[in-house]
């Protein structure tokens, strides 16, 4: 059976964030944090977006702790070496490929 949200105690982001240890003199992350994790996802080396699992409430956002888990595990996942692909192209490596591309349809007369 697939976990889902809805046979999970949820907590709201305030309590949620206090949940996952954040960096520098923060000892959490934000619930901002995990509302953005909602909301727009966090990009992975390989530029695959993963969300935290949530659901809108009258009160506000809320997710699972076991939620936050799996969001956690995804991104950890994703970024092992043996997972990543190759970052995506920059706009001059893509241009100097169609170049060459170009010069080589010229050259069979295409």
Do not use: C
Request: no cysteine; hydrophobic share 35%.
């Amino acid at each position: 059976m697939t976990p889902s949200l809805h046979t999970e105690p949820l907590l709201n982001l305030g309590a949620l964030s206090r949940r996952v240890h954040g960096r520098g003199r923060h000892e959490h992350v934000s619930p901002r944090s995990l509302s953005r994790w909602i909301l727009k996802g966090s990009r992975t080396a390989g530029g695959e977006r993963i969300y935290l699992e949530a659901v809108r409430t009258p009160a506000g956002w809320q997710s699972s702790e076991a939620a936050l888990f799996r969001f956690l595990d995804s991104l950890t996942t994703a970024s092992r070496p043996e997972a990543t692909q190759q970052p995506p192209r920059t706009p001059a490596a893509r241009t100097r490929s169609s170049e060459a591309a170009e010069a080589t349809l010229k050259d069979l007369g295409a």
